[in-house]
């Protein structure tokens, strides 16, 4: 007897940057945040949770190799789902032991994890929907988006489509340190993001020990968080609510320059933007400059690759721009004919791919399942 669950859940990229953590075990931020989540018909991943009174031990298969699951973070959250589980068999005996059986969980992206997109985010909002659902769990959004903190920070706010934030919270236990939607993907769908994923050789610094070590040495960092983040926190969400793009562009470059500003004040510095990074600031700069109104924002994570964001209605300029210095690379599926034709080609090297997606929704329930009558990955090597 094997039960089962699958569910997909979406990437999301920060608009109002969460770096610095104010507990390192529970995944507690210095800041709030908000995100705007992507697409899942481009990026997203699709998780199958199965349990069975056969199963031996908990196995996580990931893109068809074995992954342990014996990680502080991942058993931290496996240990709340379970005891939310085991709560609710205790009130009622016809229930299964679901919470007593051992876990194989078989996960897939369908965007390559290398690539250095948020996959942690998605990946464990994955998990944690795909066992809520699995063992029925009566729990809120905002109530999973407390365990997927514990796996990944910025994961808790894949727990919803369209907007969403991340309230802080200043309990020391994180119970009030959640995810909430700020709106929902219905409110505002026509904007859109263009990935450009920048190459890059060099391995980036991980997000925890970066935020460890601004936490430890940066000043500016004291005055981000206690004087700019809270007012751009209320600040963001009204542009979002009254779809005020101007205004929601300009603060999210601006934070995402804070932020690596934040980096650069650390001691020793860390660097995540390259000279391909800086160009396509340069790029966003000069055509909202042409345009004489912003319709573009740029804003880049602990790494190299460019996210731009900007209305459907301003698709044709912000495309052809990209599509000038990036054509020749892959990902412009349809977009191509359109772009290809008009203006001036002038290569850019540096970008290895563009993704083309738009604002999506949160985790998905579906009957897609990755694993066979045998509770084992149907794609392993
Ligand atoms: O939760 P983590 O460890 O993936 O940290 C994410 C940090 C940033 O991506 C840089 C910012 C953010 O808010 O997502």
Same mark, same amino acid.
Not at 92 to 104: A, E, G, I, M, V
Not at 146 to 174: D, H, P, Q, Y
């Given at each position: 007897?094997?039960?089962?669950?699958?569910?997909?859940?979406?990437?999301?990229?920060?608009?109002?940057?969460?770096?610095? =953590?104010?507990? =390192?075990?529970?995944?507690?931020?210095?800041?709030?945040?908000?995100?705007?989540?992507?697409?899942?018909?481009?990026?997203?991943?699709?998780?199958?949770?199965?349990?069975?009174?056969?199963?031996?031990?908990?196995?996580?298969?990931?893109?068809?190799?074995?992954?342990?699951?014996?990680?502080?973070?991942?058993?931290?959250?496996?240990?709340?789902?379970?005891?939310?589980?085991?709560?609710?068999?205790?009130?009622?005996?016809?229930?299964?032991?679901?919470?007593?059986?051992?876990?194989?969980?078989?996960?897939?992206?369908?965007?390559?994890?290398?690539?250095?997109?948020?996959?942690?985010?998605?990946?464990?909002?994955?998990?944690?929907?795909?066992?809520?659902?699995?063992?029925?769990?009566?729990?809120?959004?905002?109530?999973?988006?407390?365990?997927?903190?514990?796996?990944?920070?910025?994961?808790?706010?894949?727990?919803?489509?369209?907007?969403?934030?991340?309230?802080?919270?200043?309990?020391?236990?994180?119970?009030?340190?959640?995810?909430?939607?700020?709106?929902?993907?219905?409110?505002?769908?026509?904007?859109?993001?263009?990935?450009?994923?920048?190459?890059?050789?060099?391995?980036?610094?991980?997000?925890?020990?970066?935020?460890? @070590?601004?936490?430890?040495?940066?000043?500016?960092?004291?005055?981000?968080?206690?004087?700019?983040?809270?007012?751009?926190?209320?600040?963001?969400?009204?542009?979002?609510?009254?779809?005020?793009?101007?205004?929601?562009?300009?603060?999210?470059?601006?934070?995402?320059?804070?932020?690596?500003?934040?980096? @650069?004040?650390?001691?020793?510095?860390?660097?995540?933007?390259?000279?391909?990074?800086?160009?396509?600031?340069?790029?966003?700069?000069?055509?909202?400059?042409?345009?004489?109104?912003?319709?573009?924002?740029?804003?880049?994570?602990?790494?190299?690759?460019?996210?731009?964001?900007?209305?459907?209605?301003?698709?044709?300029?912000?495309?052809?721009?990209?599509? =000038?210095?990036?054509?020749?690379?892959?990902?412009?599926?349809?977009?191509?004919?359109?772009?290809?034709?008009?203006?001036?080609?002038?290569?850019?090297?540096?970008?290895?791919?563009?993704?083309?997606?738009?604002?999506?929704?949160?985790?998905?329930?579906?009957?897609?399942?990755?694993?066979?009558?045998?509770?084992?990955? =149907?794609?392993?090597?």
């Amino acid at each position: 007897m094997i039960y089962q669950a699958s569910v997909t859940a979406p990437v999301n990229i920060a608009t109002l940057k969460y770096w610095g =953590k104010r507990d =390192k075990d529970l995944n507690l931020p210095t800041n709030s945040s908000i995100s705007v989540t992507l697409s899942q018909n481009d990026l997203r991943t699709l998780t199958t949770a199965s349990t069975s009174p056969d199963f031996a031990t908990d196995q996580l298969w990931l893109n068809g190799k074995i992954e342990s699951l014996d990680t502080p973070r991942t058993q931290a959250c496996l240990y709340d789902l379970r005891q939310l589980r085991q709560q609710m068999e205790s009130k009622d005996d016809t229930l299964p032991k679901l919470s007593q059986y051992k876990l194989h969980i078989v996960s897939e992206n369908n965007f390559p994890t290398a690539a250095g997109l948020a996959s942690s985010a998605a990946g464990f909002a994955a998990l944690i929907s795909a066992i809520a659902q699995l063992y029925n769990l009566p729990t809120s959004w905002s109530d999973l988006s407390k365990i997927a903190r514990k796996g990944s920070g910025s994961a808790c706010r894949s727990l919803f489509g369209g907007f969403v934030a991340w309230e802080m919270g200043t309990l020391a236990n994180g119970e009030d340190s959640q995810a909430v939607e700020v709106a929902p993907l219905s409110h505002w769908p026509s904007l859109k993001a263009a990935i450009l994923v920048v190459s890059d050789d060099k391995k980036d610094t991980p997000s925890t020990s970066g935020m460890q @070590l601004t936490v430890r040495t940066s000043e500016l960092f004291k005055y981000r968080v206690e004087n700019v983040v809270p007012r751009r926190f209320d600040q963001m969400k009204q542009a979002i609510l009254e779809k005020d793009f101007p205004q929601f562009a300009n603060l999210t470059m601006q934070d995402s320059n804070q932020f690596h500003a934040v980096c @650069l004040d650390s001691w020793p510095p860390i660097f995540y933007l390259n000279d391909t990074s800086k160009r396509i600031i340069k790029l966003v700069e000069k055509l909202n400059h042409d345009a004489q109104k912003t319709i573009a924002a740029y804003t880049f994570d602990a790494g190299p690759n460019a996210v731009i964001y900007y209305d459907e209605a301003n698709e044709s300029q912000v495309l052809s721009a990209l599509y =000038k210095h990036y054509g020749h690379v892959d990902g412009w599926k349809g977009a191509k004919e359109e772009y290809g034709s008009s203006g001036e080609v002038d290569k850019w090297s540096g970008v290895s791919r563009v993704i083309l997606t738009s604002i999506g929704v949160g985790p998905q329930v579906t009957s897609e399942s990755l694993i066979n009558e045998a509770g084992l990955p =149907k794609n392993a090597e």
